[in-house]
């Protein structure tokens, strides 16, 4: 099989795992009430609490502005507290609620429960197998960036 080809079976292969996962990740959310994005952006906020607009913007890979609307909509949904800290009036701080904490931990133990019945049909073997693979693809990807980014 000629490069060309490799390289296009291995990038239809991780377009295919992330279909699935997406609209795996899809169903169980709309029956929450939450889209995948919001989900998103939910852990994020859970993850680092008080953070920056332009940060969160930068971890879900999106602009600023339309980072702000998917915030506005979890406001009013009560998901995510928005303050001003006092030293900083220009920026807001963003902070899971107690209800929003609830959803993603609602929603992280269904996708868990969801997806276990399926990826753990993998044997062992094949699963470590799979995540060395991933991460010499990483690994890789990552050398070649550093190599780039010094010439």
């Given amino acids: 099989m000629e490069d060309r080809q490799r390289i296009e079976n291995i990038f239809a292969s991780f377009r295919e795992v992330n279909q699935a996962f997406h609209q ?12 995948p994005i919001q989900y998103f952006v939910l852990k994020i906020v859970v993850e680092h609490p008080r953070i920056g607009l332009s940060e969160l913007s930068e971890k879900i890979h999106s602009v600023t502005s339309t980072t702000s609307g998917i915030v506005d909509r979890m ?57 060395r693979v991933h991460k010499q693809i990483v690994n890789i990807i990552q050398r070649q960036r550093e190599e780039e980014n010094h010439e």
């Fill in 24 to 35: 795996s990740m899809l169903q169980l959310s709309q029956q929450i009430g939450i889209t």
């Fill in 75 to 131: 406001v009013k949904a009560g998901w995510v507290s928005r303050d001003r800290p006092a030293n900083n009036r220009r920026s807001i701080c963003l902070t899971a609620t107690a209800s929003g904490e609830e959803l993603r931990r609602k929603l992280n133990e269904l996708r868990i429960s969801q997806l276990s019945s399926s990826l753990l049909r993998l044997s062992e073997e094949d699963e470590q197998h799979m995540l």
